[in-house]
């Protein structure tokens, strides 16, 4: 019989870049990915969909150990690496796309093309296609952590000004409007979840964006997700970093149970 570590509460699991080569904190390799996700499935978690965690948020059953399978950014060493992992083991995950990369353009690391997404799509329903933002994954000082992000701050204006209110608010939610209607094309259901860029939110930006359509946000605050949870403050674990071993990301996840 499986072990039963916790109910009624979901660990969603945030990944970015799965690549056998290329290093960064990020960035895992596809054998630890695969070595995760068997550990977690032989101690008995279970992985579910997008659309069965939007109906427990609104009250209904999820089974023992849940976990949500989340991709940040949209690389395509999810589409090379990941998917055809999944689609084997019939396993669920969401990916985060910027829409702003979606036009055939060079990115480093290279990101995922409508045709990937589709192909996705339409082979299994397995995938979930959301948004990581159409063009506001930037900060105006990159090389700044703390460097003040598109999604939350007023950014300067051609004319050498700064936006107003106005002008943050319509930015923000004509954004919104412009990733829901480029993913809605690749995505099963309906579009309306964000992972905030950078983890970086602010409740007028999260206003902004439930105007655009939206009805879920996820964060990068390290807890596990409950009913109890804002959903346009949902919160995520790290599992993407190539110093989190299989057993290691098993702790992880014990150590963050709500009793």
């Known amino acids: 019989m499986s072990n039963v570590f916790y109910q009624d509460q979901v660990a969603v699991l945030m990944y970015h870049h799965v690549h056998e ?6 960035t895992i390799t596809p054998q630890l990915f ?3 996700i068997n550990h977690l499935r032989n101690l008995g978690y279970h992985f579910i ?3 069965q965690f939007k109906h427990y948020l609104s009250g209904s059953h999820i089974p023992p150990n849940a976990v949500l399978l989340t991709f940040d950014d949209g690389y395509e060493s999810v589409y090379e690496n990941v998917y055809p992992y999944i689609k084997q083991q019939h396993i669920p995950i969401v990916n985060f796309i910027m829409t702003e990369t979606l036009p055939q353009a060079a990115h480093l690391p290279p990101t995922m093309t409508v045709q990937q997404l589709s192909i996705m799509n339409k082979e299994t329903d397995l995938v979930e296609n959301q948004s990581h933002t159409d063009g506001l994954h930037h900060k105006t000082n990159n090389d700044d952590p703390a460097g003040d992000a598109y999604f939350t701050s007023k950014l300067p204006t051609s004319n ?3 936006e107003t209110d106005e002008q943050y608010h319509t930015r923000i939610v004509e954004d919104a409007k412009r990733s829901r209607q480029q993913l809605h094309p690749v995505n099963q259901h309906a579009v309306d979840v964000v992972a905030y860029p950078f983890g970086i939110y602010t409740d007028t930006a999260i206003q902004y964006y439930q105007e655009g359509g939206f009805n879920y946000g ?6 596990m997700a409950t009913r109890q949870a804002d959903p346009m403050k949902i ?12 057993g290691d990301l098993h702790a992880i996840i014990q150590s963050k149970i709500v009793s």
């Open 49 to 51: 969909h997008l659309h």
């Open 218 to 223: 996820f964060t990068i605050v390290e807890e």
């Open 21 to 26: 080569t290329d290093g960064g904190g990020i």
């Open 235 to 246: 919160p995520r674990i790290n599992a993407g970093s190539p110093w989190i071993t299989p």
């Open 34 to 36: 695969r070595e995760q």
């Open 160 to 162: 050498g000004t700064i």
